[in-house]
């Protein structure tokens, strides 16, 4: 990968559910080591988008290239292989799985034994409260504790790219904040970030780079520090009752 290619590419992106055109000629660019948030109200097509990188849902046209090679028809699998990991929305950990026996499947690539295990090590050391919590069911975390297990479970397969959807939804206050130091740290590791979040003001006060949608297109962008500061921005996600002003 030349210096100057970036990790993620978003070319020109369209996908439509049946009639409905879902994101209307996306494009951003991820360069290594960033944080990059996706803002939105619900239905602006911030999910869309992780889901079509991801190669979960179709594009229609456009293309998206990681590492400087284009992957929009790869199956999902083999988008995963290459270092690109999801985390969805609602993180969908296996409840009926111990903790331990979820971090094993992040790695199910890997078939290096004593790789694994010193991935783990790492994991739990960087979520401490999983390393006391190892032989107990994932269904039986509270949020905070599901949330840390869905995003260990993600960095077992090592990856470039960690795209995380709505990692703060339904947690409390002082979890969200550990939430976000967490991605910090993993952004200080190494690993490049794709945020889509809702929670605007903690994402944009790590955010290097944020890109604000509004029905499927690209209306804003810039660093966390100029959207916190925009007009649009605060009326629209900081503000208790404000709603974005209607275009003329």
Same mark, same amino acid.
Do not use: C, W
């Given at each position: 990968?030349?210096?100057?290619? #970036?990790?993620?590419?978003?070319? %020109?992106?369209?996908?439509?559910?049946?009639?409905?055109?879902?994101?209307?000629?996306?494009?951003?660019?991820?360069?290594?080591?960033?944080?990059?948030?996706?803002? *939105? +109200?619900?239905?602006?097509?911030?999910?869309?988008?992780?889901?079509?990188?991801?190669? !979960?849902?179709?594009? $229609?046209?456009?293309?998206?290239?990681?590492?400087? &090679?284009?992957?929009?028809?790869?199956?999902?699998?083999?988008?995963?292989?290459?270092?690109? =990991?999801?985390?969805?929305?609602?993180?969908?950990?296996?409840?009926?799985?111990?903790?331990?026996?979820?971090?094993?499947? *992040?790695?199910?690539?890997?078939?290096?034994?004593? %790789?694994?295990?010193?991935?783990?090590?790492?994991? /739990?050391?960087?979520? #401490?409260?999983?390393?006391?919590?190892? %032989?107990?069911?994932? *269904?039986?975390?509270?949020?905070?504790?599901?949330?840390?297990?869905?995003?260990?479970?993600?960095?077992?397969?090592?990856?470039?790219?960690?795209?995380? %959807?709505? #990692?703060?939804?339904?947690?409390?206050?002082?979890?969200? +904040?550990? =939430?976000?130091? =967490?991605?910090?740290?993993?952004?200080?590791?190494?690993?490049?970030?794709?945020?889509?979040?809702?929670?605007?003001? +903690?994402?944009?006060?790590?955010?290097?780079?944020? !890109?604000?949608?509004?029905? *499927?297109? /690209? =209306?804003?962008?810039?660093?966390?520090?100029? $959207?916190?500061?925009?007009?649009?921005? &605060?009326?629209?996600?900081?503000?208790?009752?404000?709603?974005?002003?209607?275009? #003329?």
């Amino acid at each position: 990968m030349n210096i100057d290619t #970036p990790v993620l590419e978003i070319r %020109d992106l369209h996908v439509s559910y049946g009639g409905i055109k879902a994101l209307k000629g996306v494009s951003l660019r991820i360069e290594k080591r960033m944080i990059v948030t996706l803002l *939105g +109200a619900n239905g602006a097509g911030k999910s869309t988008a992780i889901r079509a990188v991801s190669g !979960i849902v179709p594009i $229609l046209s456009g293309d998206v290239l990681f590492q400087g &090679k284009s992957i929009k028809n790869l199956p999902a699998h083999q988008i995963q292989r290459l270092g690109l =990991v999801h985390v969805p929305e609602g993180r969908r950990i296996f409840a009926n799985l111990t903790v331990r026996e979820n971090l094993v499947i *992040g790695a199910y690539n890997n078939k290096d034994k004593a %790789d694994i295990a010193a991935t783990m090590k790492r994991i /739990v050391s960087t979520f #401490p409260v999983l390393a006391s919590r190892q %032989d107990q069911l994932g *269904g039986t975390l509270s949020g905070g504790e599901q949330q840390m297990l869905a995003i260990g479970r993600a960095l077992m397969s090592r990856p470039k790219l960690l795209m995380m %959807d709505e #990692p703060s939804l339904g947690l409390a206050p002082m979890v969200v +904040a550990e =939430v976000f130091r =967490v991605i910090q740290d993993i952004r200080n590791e190494g690993v490049t970030i794709f945020l889509i979040e809702q929670n605007a003001n +903690a994402a944009l006060k790590i955010t290097d780079h944020a !890109i604000l949608l509004e029905t *499927g297109a /690209v =209306v804003l962008e810039g660093s966390g520090a100029q $959207l916190l500061e925009d007009t649009r921005v &605060k009326q629209a996600y900081l503000g208790e009752k404000a709603k974005l002003p209607t275009t #003329p």
